[in-house]
């Protein structure tokens, strides 16, 4: 009795096993495809053929293993490769507030109100509240039964839900036109500048304490915005015993020496010195100064 049962527990097992096998179970690849599929694996890698193309029409990099882009076949045998799972999900991403979006400044001026409108507060009037929540004095005659009286909307912010970034951005919310105000401010406060200063010289010119000859010489010298000529530019300093300007760094607005001259037999150019032994333009046909 014992015997029979353990070979009836032995069929049965054997018997479920094939049958699970059998239902879930992929098709099995022979040898040779098996061989085929390598082959083709590794022509991808080197760059021979084609990359393999997902659902969404992308490519799949060769590189990435076969366990990341390869659903299971549990899951479900039929479905090609892809990347889709690896890529972030818009139903499950935060959304956040764009960059262009902010808090309103200042109240909308509209119209003011003279008739009761449906929906509105009872107590004041007003459309973005109702009775229970207003918190104007309890008239004695309400705004619905005046209507008179009625008080102006509130005004209601939006709800900003921001980033990491956006949090601590701070420049979020600024407006450029408040820059604009800035640049014309300095112009206005330029132009009155330069307005007393013309009257200045019409005055002392009048007066005759200001020759007219010296009059172009002096507002050349005095002007308050320098040209480039004269600016010291960087890279140079001094040298007060000799009384000249000694330049210690190129400046980018200067063009290399070694640019100068193309020609590979002209002048050489001695790069850990940064010294040209001949004039580059020697053989150009140019000035030689």
């Not at 309103?104 to 973005?128: P, Q």
């Not at 020496?257 to 940064?274: Q, W």
Request: hydrophobic share 25%; proline share 6%; charged share 35%.
């Amino acid at each position: 009795m014992t015997e029979q049962a353990d070979v009836n527990v032995t069929a049965n097992v054997t018997a479920a096993s094939e049958g699970i096998v059998g239902l879930d179970e992929p098709k099995k690849m022979t040898r040779e495809d098996w061989r085929k599929k390598k082959e083709l694996e590794e022509q991808r890698k080197l760059g021979n053929a084609p990359a393999e193309v997902d659902e969404e029409g992308k490519d799949i990099n060769p590189h990435i293993p076969q366990y990341i882009s390869s659903v299971p076949w549990y899951i479900d045998p039929s479905k090609r490769p892809t990347l889709k799972h690896q890529r972030p999900q818009s139903e499950i991403q935060a959304q956040y507030s764009a960059i262009g979006e902010w808090y309103k400044r200042g109240v909308k001026e509209s119209s003011v109100v003279t008739k009761f409108r449906k929906g509105a507060c009872e107590n004041c009037g007003a459309m973005t509240h109702k009775k229970k929540d207003c918190l104007e004095r309890p008239r004695k005659v309400g705004a619905k039964f005046t209507g008179t009286g009625i008080a102006p909307d509130e005004h209601s912010q939006i709800q900003l839900d921001l980033d990491y970034d956006g949090k601590r951005d701070r420049w979020n919310g600024y407006d450029p036109e408040e820059h604009q105000r800035i640049v014309e401010e300095y112009a206005k406060v330029d132009l009155a500048k330069r307005t007393l200063k013309a009257q200045k010289l019409q005055d002392e010119l009048a007066s005759g304490k200001l020759d007219p000859t010296e009059r172009e010489h002096d507002s050349e010298d005095e002007d308050e915005d320098k040209y480039a000529d004269d600016i010291d530019m960087p890279g140079q300093n001094f040298d007060s015993k000799r009384r000249i300007t000694v330049r210690n760094l190129r400046i980018r607005e200067d063009t290399a020496k070694y640019l100068r001259n193309l020609d590979p037999n002209s002048a050489y150019y001695d790069p850990k010195t940064r010294a040209m032994r001949e004039n580059p333009y020697s053989n150009t046909g140019m000035n030689p100064d």
